[in-house]
């Protein structure tokens, strides 16, 4: 990733369910990480869509949030005297419904002593990730049946050895290895138009993909280094995804299609009003500047599609509880 200068001009893409953001980022050896322009294309429709439909969005959005970085970003940065021209890595984060992903234990054991290998381990990754691609190849995965996929993500969380955390298992002795493994599957074709859009816009080679559940729970373990049991949940425009932390490693994800989105639509129906209006009645409503009418009839249709999501919340909770 880094040049002679140690300074590196980077994008990082957020494609998400309802919005796809991207920013500049210039990375150095020397400073922290400086955030030097975003975008964001929101995707905000009053029919839910269907798969197809919210692809071609998503294909949309994406070209729009990159010609917006390959001309105004640009620009932007030049003019507050960044010197970098070129956007040398790319860095993409899938939220559902992009991805399919499973976390896996790997157990090695053996009656007498062995050497953890680089190549031992490799080796039952490998199995694993064998297993993960037959299963979507099967047919259960509905997101990418029929589809060439690609394995973007194969993390090993955690390593055991003879029931002790280690950050660094090569070579070293053990009667017993366990490997906690996250691993994540992506449609070929959604990887190729991505990266054909990234590269003729800013002419980037190198674009690492990577799920938004590995990225978040990544970030919450470097902030809350002592905790390791607990619930992440992300609020997106069409979904909501929970994932559940236990031991300090990714346990379980799912995710259920209503974000939102799903509350302007409630609005719209309710109120019988377009996007751009019930979008504005919910400003209102949130800044305490609606009159007493229309306070209520935000207040009851919130409250109708409050339920529905905590009934989805509920059962998502007890789906991962049941692990």
């Known amino acids: 990733m880094w040049k002679s ?62 010609v917006t970085i390959s001309t105004e970003g640009l620009t932007a940065i030049h003019a507050k005297g960044t010197k970098e021209e070129k956007v040398t890595s790319a860095f993409v984060v899938f939220s559902s419904p992009w991805y399919c992903a499973k976390s896996s234990s790997v157990s090695i054991q053996n009656d007498s002593e062995f ?83 990234i590269r003729e816009l800013l002419h980037t080679e190198s674009i690492k993909f990577h799920t938004f559940p590995l990225v978040f729970f990544s970030t919450i373990r470097k902030l809350f280094p002592v905790s390791h049991n607990y619930i992440l949940i992300d609020a997106a425009g069409e979904s909501m995804d929970f994932s559940l932390i236990r031991n300090g490693c990714i346990e379980r994800s799912l995710s259920f299609p209503q974000g939102r989105n799903f509350i302007y639509r409630s609005i719209m129906n309710d109120l019988s009003v377009g996007q751009d209006i019930a979008q504005s009645y919910l400003h209102l409503f949130q800044t305490k500047n609606a009159d007493q009418v229309l306070e209520k009839q935000i207040d009851m249709s919130l409250a109708k599609a409050g339920d529905e999501i905590k009934q989805h919340i509920s059962r998502a909770l007890s789906d991962l509880g049941s692990t």
């Open 115 to 197: 050497i953890l290998s680089e190549e031992l381990i490799s080796g039952s990754i490998i199995a694993e990730e064998k297993k993960f691609e037959n299963e979507a190849l099967s047919g259960i995965y509905k997101l990418l049946q029929n589809k060439d996929i690609r394995m973007i993500e194969r993390e090993m969380l955690k390593v055991l050895l003879n029931g002790y955390e280690t950050k660094n298992p090569y070579e070293k002795n053990a009667k017993q290895a366990d490997i906690s493994l996250y691993m994540s599957l992506v449609r070929e074709d959604i990887l190729v138009k991505t990266e054909k859009v």
């Open 5 to 66: 200068n140690e300074e590196n001009l980077c994008l990082i893409c957020d494609v998400g369910s309802a919005t796809v953001s991207a920013g500049l980022f210039l990375f150095s050896k020397k400073d922290k990480p400086k955030i030097l322009y975003t975008t964001s294309v929101p995707i905000v429709i009053s029919e839910k869509p269907n798969q197809d439909n919210l692809e071609s969005l998503m294909t949309d959005f994406l070209h729009q949030a990159i």
